[in-house]
T-cell receptor
Framework: DSGVTQTPKHLITATGQRVTLRCSPRSGDLSVYWYQQSLDQGLQFLIQYYNGEERAKGNILERFSAQQFPDLHSELNLSSLELGDSALYFC?????????????????FGPGTRLTVL | AQKITQTQPGMFVQEKEAVTLDCTYDTSDPSYGLFWYKQPSSGEMIFLIYQGSYDQQNATEGRYSLNFQKARKSANLVISASQLGDSAMYFCAMREGAGANNLFFGTGTRLTVIP
């Protein structure tokens, strides 16, 4: 158990709908990351938050948004869902930020939310 | 260009034998970190080992070791004394640049341990 929790575990919805995925980082971790794992795109970084502020953005669609709340949990909102959004969505957390010398800052992954868009 | 390349879609190894999973990376930044993760069939991502670009020695964690060849830009994972529970997908990942945090992942290698 990594200490990162994600809810729900599974989500089935229809095209055009909107869903919210929730992540609670490990106790004390300030950074939260969202990744998408799909068959055609593999594992892709979406977005990172650090202590409530957006820190880095990857291949996140405009239909997707995220936020990190004062209690450090994070939500990923996916709207106008398409069939191609079906994927496993991971949240990861780390203690802080990587330092100037590529320091460790290991990311711990949650169990993922499997989204199926029908 | 792909930042992380894993050329072995699948590998088989006999139980108790050692196996090497290949990973090459592409970056012009002198500061980077390399990670290996294991993803069993249950789906979770399990951190295995880390190598920083400035680390002088190859990383080791129990039965896992990283064969880091900087000039060749390779970071192969060596699993010694394979166990049935090692059967899983293995992903190589890179964090690129000083202060960067997000990971770029390879396409993974599916390892099957044969009894």
């Amino acid at each position: 158990d990594s200490g990162v929790t994600q809810t729900p575990k599974h989500l089935i919805t229809a095209t055009g709908q909107r869903v919210t995925l929730r992540c609670s980082p490990r106790s004390g971790d300030l950074s939260v990351y969202w990744y998408q794992q799909s068959l055609d795109q593999g594992l892709q970084f979406l977005i990172q938050y650090y202590n409530g502020e957006e820190r880095a953005k990857g291949n996140i669609l405009e239909r997707f948004s995220a936020q990190q709340f004062p209690d450090l949990h994070s939500e990923l909102n996916l709207s106008s869902l398409e069939l191609g959004d079906s994927a496993l969505y991971f949240c990861a957390s780390s203690a802080g930020l990587a330092g100037a010398s590529s320091s460790y800052n290991e990311q711990f992954f949650g169990p993922g939310t499997r989204l199926t868009v029908l | 260009a792909q930042k992380i390349t894993q050329t072995q879609p699948g590998m088989f190894v006999q139980e108790k034998e050692a196996v090497t999973l290949d990973c090459t990376y592409d970056t012009s930044d002198p500061s980077y970190g390399l990670f290996w993760y294991k993803q069993p069939s249950s789906g979770e991502m399990i951190f295995l080992i880390y190598q920083g670009s400035y680390d002088q020695q190859n990383a080791t964690e129990g039965r896992y070791s990283l064969n880091f060849q900087k000039a060749r830009k390779s970071a192969n994972l060596v699993i010694s004394a394979s166990q049935l529970g090692d059967s899983a997908m293995y992903f190589c990942a890179m964090r690129e640049g000083a202060g960067a945090n997000n990971l770029f992942f390879g396409t993974g290698t599916r390892l099957t341990v044969i009894p």
